[in-house]
């Protein structure tokens, strides 16, 4: 099994970007990979990925640091965030696991962009934004 991780630093409260990553009915409002996410149970979702379709079973909660989730149907097996302060900011490392490395490039790449996603949303949340007004296409965006 190939294990990738990446991380970035986020300036945003740990609680804020924990909640994003908990609600995870948001994530199709800042990941720029998922198009689409449906609830079938309490921690089983489905979604519809520019990396293909896929169930997503959350596997651990530690708040405020720490979600994982098992990977049904997709090219990866799992993958998590783990959430850690770093003076005024949080340093948030997402990591996956999958089996075949010829898609690690892809995968690292969906992870970095990830990450960014997931920073600007929680940055543009925490300077008071109105999460229905973010657009989650300005990849590149400061805020």
């Known amino acids: 099994m190939v294990h990738v991780e990446r991380n970035i630093d986020i ?3 740990q609680k804020r970007i924990f909640d994003i990553l908990d609600d995870a009915m948001l994530g199709p409002k800042w990941n720029l990979a998922l198009k689409e996410l449906n609830k079938i149970s309490e921690d089983t979702y489905e979604a519809k990925s520019t990396v293909g379709d896929f169930t997503s079973i959350r596997t651990e909660t530690i708040e405020p640091s720490k979600i994982s989730m098992k990977i049904e149907g997709g ?3 799992s993958m998590g965030y783990i959430l850690n302060p770093k003076g ?3 340093n948030a490392t997402i990591w996956g696991e999958f089996d ?3 898609n690690e490039k892809i995968l690292v790449k969906a992870a970095e962009l990830l990450l960014k996603g997931l920073k600007n949303f929680s940055e ?5 934004g109105n999460p229905d007004d973010f657009d989650k296409k300005q990849i590149t965006a400061t805020h």
Request: glycine share 6%.
């Open 75 to 77: 090219i990866f097996n």
């Open 88 to 90: 005024d900011m949080v």
């Open 124 to 128: 543009f949340l925490e300077e008071g």
């Open 100 to 102: 075949d490395e010829k």
């Open 11 to 13: 300036n945003a409260s």
